[in-house]
């Protein structure tokens, strides 16, 4: 994988100037944004001939809603086969063709000019994008860091939707300039759309020119997986989308985006229509949506920096389909053009949200698959809805004899069968977003405001900086930690005004039901308290949690620099910058964790591993370490069936970690609070608050 060739600046121009420093992305974003932008000119080109070819009105209607059939039919029938052939063939080599052939068939259209042509061609040039495209997906994230993700992800939107406007505006500044043109080219038709469309074709050959100078990452499966037959490859990857419960969730929530979308899309013209505010009103609301969107793919998730991605995903759902409900009860023009910024946003959030989810959750092997499953599935919804939308709100207006007029005092409002129907996907789509909510959560028993207000207390920190400057750190070139803390061995540390508390003990020992129980005490002493945990407390730790616990076989070694990683960006993001607010910090698991999982259970040290971690933290030290001891077989019966890697391992290794964890308490009783796990969960809560009390209480 190629690194940034400097170190970029913080904030979304420095994030985004770190992703285009990686020299190869950036050629392949080059090329996104080429053939998006061909795409784009190639709808409004064929849309615009096909209008132009056909012999009456009636046939013009047609003939334009053909080219829009024709578009989206191919990925319902050959979507899936298309992304399983793009996993077993070389992705590069997949794209080179894709633009290639994109380019001739293109060439073709003008050359024969006829309407029956154009609709072979635009089938044919569909069917090649359905390969494209997988393999366009499924290539970006092996060309950047998995914490870099989510800026290539909105990137690429970038290049996929921002062409739109850029290719209307070239298609009109061709027509103008056709004009002179065409009288001294007479290949060019009278319209300008032959010249779009031999511009279109050049946008493609430039692609597949620049895709060419990319030298892919190579990919471990590509030759296991030309032995499978391609009927297998087709299934596991469908069996891979509905039996792996957060892709499931994850693809269920973006069709419920994609089907609300398609819905307002739908139903716009009419909506505004019965609102009374014509064809301007019609511009301005789709100008507020794309506005919305832009806003929320460039900013949600930048705002929102330290904020699960999955549980954000579904809260984005939910929000957007309370905005359809909003919109549907107050028809107002003002009211809904502002209203439909925050739909937009909410959109843009969850849909930049979940690409990014599926390019990290999804194994780069069947990550084609999944990719061109879910672009398939949202064609046919789009498709589905698109049809259905106006017979819906047909069905409405006759079900329950609308219009209805409401006046209250000097407002009158107006309800039409668009707007039941717009409630109704509201709904529907706010049921979507809890259930996808509640299927990926990753924060389980960490209240969702608490959560949110302390994302956006950690970015307002980061954003906003503070008086203290932050501290170089010795013996760690570059790094800093802002703040000094309390209980730590480095210099640094003295003096930060919070309290850490730090949560151990065995799996299923009771952690995060003391964690959710501390909090509520603490909050109702109206301390501000951040939960947070190891791994997995940021979003780089979240891709490190997915690695050690649920990826394939590391080296115990190799497990421990995970930790230690995960630990030193999650002190320094996280955990120091909430003790200097003053904040009480729960984590559920530390150093400990590394100490008697890496160091006495994988029996790689526990000196080595406890300084491997002092180094990755500069020495910073629990408050408090409340030590939840349970034995092995009660800690397993509590898990039920569900293990990850660590908790796989035999009784054994766990008795190993659990006898470590008692001899450093005991070596340290003055910072150790060891409990029975086995008490019932409100004893051991009285128990660790009569500990905590003097801690708190002394505490601003
Ligand atoms: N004191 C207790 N007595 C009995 N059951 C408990 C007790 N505390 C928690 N449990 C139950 O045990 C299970 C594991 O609890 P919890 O998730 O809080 O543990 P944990 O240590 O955070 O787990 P892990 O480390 O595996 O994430 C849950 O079903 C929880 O309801
Ligand atoms: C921090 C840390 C954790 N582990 C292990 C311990 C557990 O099996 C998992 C974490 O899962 P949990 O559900 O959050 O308890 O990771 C470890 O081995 N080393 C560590 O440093």
Known sequence: MSQPEHSPPAGLAGDV?????????????????????????????????????????AAEYLAVSGIFILRLAPAIVFGPLAGALADRFNRRTVMIVGDGLRFLLICTIPLVGTLWWLYVATLLIECVGLFWAPAKEAA?????????????????????????PVAALLFSGLALVNTPLHA??????????????????????????????????????????????????????????????????????????????????????????D?????????????????????????????????????LFGLSLTVAGAVMVVLSLIPNIVIVALVTVVLGAAGGVSWVCGYTLLGLEVEDEVRGRTFAFVQSLVRVVLVGVLAAAPLLAAGFDSLFNLPFTINIGTVSLTYTGAMVTFFVAGIATIIT???????????????????????????????????????????????????A??????PAYDGLPGVFIALEGGDGAGKSTQGALLKQWLESLGRHVVVTREPGGTDAGRAIREIVLHGSHISPRAEALLYAADRA???????????????????????????????????????????????ATCGLVPTLTVLLDVTPEVGRQRRGDVHDRLESE?????????????????????????????LPPEEIHRRVRERLTPLVEVAP
Request: hydrophobic residues 45%.
């Open 569 to 615: 960006h999650h002190v320094e993001s996280v955990v120091i910058p909430a003790l200097h607010r003053g904040d009480v910090v729960i984590t559920d698991r530390y150093i400990d964790s590394s100490v008697a999982y890496q160091g006495a259970g994988r029996d790689l040290g526990t000196d080595e591993v406890l300084q491997l971690s002092r180094w």
């Open 650 to 678: 035999p009784d054994d290794f766990h008795a190993r970690v659990r006898e470590h964890y008692l001899q450093l308490a005991a070596a340290d009783p003055g910072r150790y609070l060891v409990i029975d796990a086995a």
């Open 433 to 483: 977003g809890v259930l996808a909510y509640r299927q990926m959560d990753d924060r389980k028993g960490v209240p969702l405001l608490s959560d949110l207000s302390d994302a956006l207390r950690s970015n307002t920190h980061h954003d906003g900086g503070h008086e203290a400057g932050p501290h170089p750190v010795p013996g760690m070139p570059g790094a800093t930690v802002p703040f």
């Open 485 to 490: 803390a309390p209980g730590g061995e480095h």
């Open 140 to 164: 970006m994230p092996n060309f950047v860091p998995r914490d870099k993700l989510e800026t290539a992800n909105q990137l690429s939107l970038v290049a996929d939707y921002g062409t739109a």
């Open 275 to 311: 609102l009374g505010a014509g064809a301007a009103g019609y511009g301005v609301l789709f100008a507020m949506v794309f506005l919305g969107m832009a806003l929320g793919m460039a900013l949600g998730p930048r705002f929102l920096a330290g904020f699960s991605r999955r549980r």
């Open 17 to 57: 100037r770190g992703v285009l420093a990686i020299t190869a992305f950036r050629r392949l974003w080059s090329t996104f944004a080429l053939s998006s932008f061909g795409d784009w000119l190639g709808i409004l080109a064929t849309t615009s001939l096909a209008g132009t070819l056909a012999t009456s009105p």
């Open 184 to 273: 001294v080219m007479p290949g060019l038709d009278a319209s300008g759309d032959y010249l779009a469309l031999w511009v279109d074709a050049l946008t493609f050959l430039v692609s597949a020119v620049v895709v060419w100078t990319i030298t892919f990452p190579p990919v471990a499966h590509e030759v296991s997986a030309r032995a499978e037959t391609l009927w297998r490859t087709i299934v596991d990857g469908w069996q891979f989308v509905v039996r792996t419960p957060l892709v499931r969730g994850l693809v269920a929530g973006m069709l419920g985006a994609f089907a609300a979308g398609g819905l307002v899309i739908g139903l716009a013209q009419r909506f505004v229509k």
